[in-house]
Nanobody, 121 residues
Framework: QVQLVESGGGLVQAGGSLRLSCAAS????????MGWYRQAPGNQRELVAT???????NYEDSVKGRFTISRDYAKNTVYLQMNSLKPEDTAVYYC???????????????WGQGTQVTVSS
């Protein structure tokens, strides 16, 4: 079984910073990409940032220049450094991993349980 465990959410004032972490564990043969999504009340889940095995990153337009995604390949961990936070960043943030559990498995998408980020004005 694959598990993704997130940490680092919380309450912060506008302009502040938070760092989210997500560690993948269990049966993992290869991780193709990891990323962060978020879902605010009444909204659909949206992509925030992704990082693929080669190190290329992709960001949602509203977080460019403020958020940075990074990955520790040895620890199967992905981070999201969030600076200059705004009230509109308030959401539940979910970690995602695109991986192959075993050499013979098809790749699949796995999700963490989510961590709440609340930005007060």
């Amino acid at each position: 079984q694959v598990q993704l465990v997130e940490s680092g959410g919380g309450l912060v004032q506008a302009g502040g910073s938070l760092r989210l972490s997500c560690a993948a564990s269990g049966s993992i043969f290869n991780i193709n990409a990891m990323g962060w999504y978020r879902q605010a009340p009444g909204n659909q889940r949206e992509l925030v940032a992704t990082i693929i095995s080669g190190g290329n990153t992709n960001y949602e337009d509203s977080v460019k220049g403020r958020f940075t995604i990074s990955r520790d390949y040895a620890k199967n961990t992905v981070y999201l450094q969030m600076n200059s936070l705004k009230p509109e960043d308030t959401a539940v943030y979910y970690c995602n991993a695109d991986l192959n559990p075993t050499r013979w498995s098809l790749r699949g998408a796995y999700w963490g349980q989510g961590t709440q980020v609340t930005v007060s004005s």
